[in-house]
């Protein structure tokens, strides 16, 4: 595999084996002695020391088995170009681990630079697609399904009535997941978002009503996001939202497509894009929903919400032009 890698760029790059091998006299540094020593002292967070520690790890290995030993001048278009394909084509990992480990190798090199070693900018030209999120919505029935659905232990129940409000309020986690008494005002729910600091102003639905009037307007405390997520799949497994839905992801070089049961697609997200879907399924304006999603565009909001080709025809079939 390490000749099939290495030939790869010496045929897309007929200077990559001689660049390598002479010294340009640079100012550079062996990159992976300066990516271990950076994050040993950078300011991180251990759990984001973690992942950059994983991309290096999967770096170390791409060098070891075309025998090479970088300094950071040359990681450039070619080199990072072959590095993907090792993630690709040996490592087979999915389109998402993929990006996320590039990203983190490109910053640790933009650190060189910063640190004052030569690199070769080219680096930068390399990208991956990621594949989209395709996350699962819940029609209003199911959401409904959900919240009637009492065969639950307590904890559950705190999921499942967490996720009902961010299923009709479009919040996102970060948001639904920190709300007080302070945000429940004259029948409507008023919060800064985390993400973009922009106040939204939510009318309380029926259910929202009677959950924040089940806990006397104190909700309980939210699990982690992982948490979360496990947990309310658990529920939503058990309230029989179970029918087969697509589920396509490219993992190494393959475009891999299934049906999996619904319950294993959602999670924490599925509740503000839910919310969103059903908002403009019911006839809202899409204007007014971005008010409370934050999208700067109806093209960005379109693409963001879960419609499918039935369900925009059935809107379109209201419409008196088809009358």
Not at 53 to 75: E, G, M, V, W
Not at 106 to 128: E, N, R
Not at 244 to 263: A, C, D, F, N, Q
Not at 315 to 323: E, I, K, P, T
Request: include cysteine.
């Amino acid at each position: 595999m390490s000749a099939q890698i290495f030939n790869l760029a010496t045929n897309r790059y007929p200077s990559y084996t001689n660049r390598l091998s002479v010294n340009q006299n640079s100012k550079g540094i062996l990159f992976c002695d300066f990516a271990t020593e950076y994050l040993s002292k950078c300011h991180k967070t251990e759990k984001a020391k973690k992942a950059y520690r994983d991309a290096l790890r999967h770096f170390i290995k791409f060098c070891k088995l075309n025998n090479l030993s970088p300094f950071t001048y040359q990681l450039g278009m070619e080199m990072m170009d072959n590095f993907v394909y090792y993630l690709q084509a040996t490592a087979k990992l999915m389109s998402s681990t993929v990006c996320n480990h590039l990203v983190r190798i490109k910053t640790l090199i933009k650190m060189a630079s910063y640190s004052g070693y030569d690199i070769d900018f080219t680096y930068s030209d390399i990208s991956v697609k990621e594949d989209e999120h395709d996350v699962v919505t819940l029609d209003r029935d199911e959401i409904t399904r959900l919240y009637v659905f009492d065969k639950l232990t307590k904890s559950e129940i705190v999921v499942r009535d967490l996720f009902v409000v961010a299923c009709m309020t479009a919040l996102r986690f970060s948001d639904f997941s920190r709300l007080t008494e302070k945000n429940f005002i004259d029948n409507v729910i008023q919060i800064k978002t985390q993400k973009t600091g922009t106040l939204v102003i939510i009318p309380q639905s029926k259910f929202v009503r009677e959950i924040l009037r089940k806990y006397n307007y104190n909700l309980p405390k939210c699990p982690c996001i992982q948490q979360f997520n496990k947990v309310v799949k658990n529920v939503c497994r058990k309230a029989g939202i179970n029918q087969p839905v697509p589920y396509e992801r490219t993992i190494g070089l393959e475009r891999v497509s299934l049906m999996v049961e619904k319950w294993t697609r959602i999670g924490s997200h599925s509740g503000r894009r839910s919310a969103a879907t059903n908002m403009f399924l019911a006839g809202i304006p899409a204007l007014r929903i971005m008010k409370i999603t934050g999208h700067k565009t109806e093209a960005a909001f379109m693409h963001y919400i879960g419609l499918t080709k039935e369900e925009n025809a059935a809107v379109l079939a209201g419409n008196m032009f088809f009358h």
